[in-house]
């Protein structure tokens, strides 16, 4: 007796190097990024949680997606109505992957990708966002640098900052005038705003 066909994947499971955008505009529409050494997307379940944490703050935003990998977070936001993003990650084929998705979704206008170092990026001249998405490789150690190079004029007044972290590790050191407003645990990664 031969076997006709072959299941490649199991039932329900996601293609790799994919995933898909939670609300707005774009709600529903697939995101393909590369794959890239520590390229780690926001699960799902918590960008949901971390935009139902930010549904006042979003609408006419300018965000900065520092680390920004697969561009999910930025991605979005502009989906839900921030007027900018400016994504930022150090990895070429990032960088052209998020550049082709933002033109494939007719979202240029509003939308700038630099493919740079995040902490070198932080030493340009800096102009204020509302709301900033850390989310670096776990393994890099950045984080706590980043959030110490955003205080030179990178955030506007009443900022909103989202870290992502490895949950057994918790938060660095915050910059004096930063406090944690919400923060969950999803498996092994932790959340904070």
Known sequence: MARIGKKTAEAGAKPANRLRIIG???RGVPLQFPDVEG?????DRVRET???WLQFQIRGARCLDL???SGALGIEALSRGAEYAAFVDREPRAGQRLTQTLARLGAT????VYVEEAVRFLRR?????????LDPPFASGLLAEACAALEAGWLAR?????IECPADAG?????????VHRTKRAGQVGYHL
Do not use: H, I, K
């Open 24 to 26: 707005g505009r774009w």
């Open 39 to 43: 390229l780690r997307p926001t699960p």
């Open 50 to 52: 971390l935009f139902n």
């Open 67 to 69: 680390f920004a990998g």
């Open 109 to 112: 206008a509003n939308a700038a």
């Open 125 to 133: 001249e800096p102009q204020p966002f509302d709301v900033v998405f």
């Open 158 to 162: 009443e900022a909103w900052v989202y």
């Open 171 to 179: 938060l660095p050191a915050l910059p004096a005038g930063w406090s």
